[in-house]
């Protein structure tokens, strides 16, 4: 702490991302990045972009890029808003819709940087607790708020809600915002997307980080009504007006147009999701049903914290939540075969 920091900075409990160690051998199954490389017409559209254009600034309004947005998921692009990952879409989200006279509305097990954005962007907030069994109820969404956000599929439980008891809460909450935040809808999930067009308070957030591998350009979008879409333009051109640079908007753009190999690896990813989950349960684990690119599993008798610490001295990585009612919960991303056999052979040993 320091005599020059502002009063908020010295009250933020700032998000926590997950590990990125530089050990020499590793199964990284922590963070859920995908397994899967980029499409090679992602490669090679960046490439094309490094030349002497990149002493220009990029194109403010990604108008290429929201324009092949629009066309894949059957909105104008007026619809579209694009930012740094979804974390800043998300954060942008906050500060333009969510900041409102009553608490907005959101999981009790959740992504954790909802509650960062709260504290960041003074958003009074109220957490619903999930059902029994992990999920979400529509019904407990039915009083007085200032705005719901919820990610379809949930994280870290990778459960997904279907269309219906989506629209029921968008349905619910005419004169409130409904953000959903897709990041891993493609994974499984019914995308809330094709609702926008006939609910003016819903907004969709999705992430390329996933399932389109480009976790390290950092691209996310939003989908909904020109109006909240405006709102997001005028909280972005406030704080910088060239969100994307040249390089993430060409690889973004190639991404979208090559829909095969999107279509091959986030297949690949879900045929091994459920290979892994078939071969845990013989071993004592319950495992929620996920529609994500991992899987939210615990132990009949071994702690999630020993797990977590006994698969680390095997060169094998994964998430632990030290929190109430999940701390017994692994969150395991869905590698390749290989990493996927490693892990499966450790637990075998762990558990056997």
């Given at each position: 702490m320091?005599?020059?920091w ?21 199964v990284k ?5 995908n ?6 017409r ?11 254009r ?8 990604s ?8 066309g ?6 007026e ?11 998300l ?12 608490p ?15 504290g960041?962007?003074?958003v ?5 607790p999930?059902?029994e069994?992990?999920g ?6 039915q ?5 719901i956000?919820?990610p ?8 997904a ?13 005419p004169?409130?915002?409904?953000v959903v935040?897709e990041?891993?809808?493609d ?7 094709t609702?926008v067009?006939?609910y003016?308070?819903l907004?969709?957030?999705q ?6 591998s ?29 969100p994307?640079d040249?390089?993430?908007q ?9 829909e ?8 690949r990813?879900?045929d091994e999701?459920e290979?892994v989950?078939?071969?845990m349960?013989p071993m004592?684990f ?20 020993e797990?977590?610490?006994r698969l680390r001295?095997?060169?094998i990585i994964v ?5 109430p009612r999940?701390d017994?919960?692994?969150?395991i991303?869905?590698?390749t ?16």
């Open positions: 320091s005599k020059f502002s009063p908020l900075v010295s009250q933020l409990k700032p998000y926590v991302p997950g590990e990125q160690p530089k050990m020499q051998r590793l199954l922590n963070t859920n990045e397994p899967y490389g980029p499409s090679p992602v490669l090679e559209a960046i490439r094309a972009q490094l030349d002497e990149l002493r220009l600034y990029p194109d403010p309004e108008e290429q890029l929201r324009s092949v947005i629009a894949y998921h059957g909105v104008s692009p619809q579209v808003f694009v930012g740094n990952g979804s974390d800043e879409v954060a942008h989200i906050f500060q333009a819709l969510l900041k409102q006279d009553r907005i509305l959101f999981p009790d097990i959740t992504y954790s940087f909802y509650p960062v954005y709260c960041l962007y003074g009074e907030s109220r957490l619903v999930l059902t069994d992990f979400i109820d529509p019904r407990d969404y009083v007085p708020n200032g705005g956000i919820f379809n599929p949930n994280a870290p439980t990778g459960r809600l279907p269309l219906a008891d989506i629209e029921r809460v968008v349905s619910g909450n004169d409130s915002v409904v935040d990041a891993y809808v994974f499984g999930a019914e995308s809330a997307i609702l067009n006939r003016p308070n907004l969709v957030s992430t390329l980080s996933k399932a389109r480009l976790a390290g350009l950092r691209i996310g979008l939003a989908i909904g009504h020109r109006d909240l879409i405006e709102a997001l333009n005028r909280v972005k051109n406030s704080f910088n007006s060239y994307l040249r390089l993430a060409a690889g973004a753009i190639a991404a979208f147009e090559d095969a190999w999107f279509n091959e690896t986030r297949q990813v879900m999701r290979r989950t078939t071969a349960k004592g319950e495992v929620l049903p996920s529609s994500a690119n991992f899987i939210f599993a615990r132990h009949g008798t071994l702690s999630g914290a797990l977590a610490l001295e095997r060169g998430r632990h939540f030290d929190k999940i017994n919960f692994l969150r991303t869905i590698g075969v290989d990493q996927n056999d490693e892990l499966l052979q450790a637990l075998e040993s762990l558990v056997g």
